[in-house]
């Protein structure tokens, strides 16, 4: 029998890898992975999590954990991912990097690049559809908007 915490890990996990736009989607998903659960339990776990909804490009919703433990390192490729679907535009100025999102996404972004461990971030602070990135003092904002921006495969905007 799967306790209470091996199910949430598992829905965090299963929410990171795939675009989960509904609970009856997430309780198949689980099902995959021999987790047998209610709509309700599933429900209540998304609650507990701080799952959110968040638009994505395209215009379909999929749920979302902001907040991840602060000792867990995203891998590149769930970075690139997350950067390639959510940012729209990278811009800098000084040791400051603005990246835009659609509405409701900044945080989820932020979270990733938090947790990436990526070399000359210093920290993030996230609005709905923007977020601040902090260059550390072993980059510029121009050489960290150039590495975010080939992470997010966007194009420089140009004045």
């Known amino acids: 029998m799967t306790t209470k915490v091996q199910r949430q890990q598992t829905i965090s996990r299963l929410i990171g890898k795939h675009p989960v736009t509904s609970q009856p989607q997430l309780l198949d998903l689980l099902a995959t992975e021999g987790i ?5 339990t599933v429900s209540r776990d998304l609650e ?3 799952a959110v909804k968040v638009r994505v490009p395209g215009g379909d919703t999929v749920y979302a954990i902001p907040e991840y433990e602060p000792n867990r390192i995203a891998p590149e ?3 690139r991912r997350v950067m390639g679907e959510w940012v729209a535009e990278v ?8 990246i835009r999102t659609p509405p409701g996404c900044a945080h989820v972004v932020a979270s990733a690049l938090d947790r990436s461990g990526m070399t ?8 709905d559809d923007t977020l601040l990135v902090i260059a550390d003092e072993t980059t510029t904002g121009a050489k960290l908007a150039a590495k975010l921006r080939d992470l997010a495969g ?3 905007v140009r004045p």
């Open 91 to 98: 811009r800098h100025a000084h040791h400051n990097v603005i």
């Open 48 to 50: 507990d999590l701080g």
């Open 36 to 40: 047998s659960a209610t709509q309700a």
């Open 77 to 79: 490729d769930q970075l």
């Open 154 to 156: 966007v194009d420089p």
């Open 120 to 127: 000359g971030v210093l920290g993030t602070v996230a609005g």
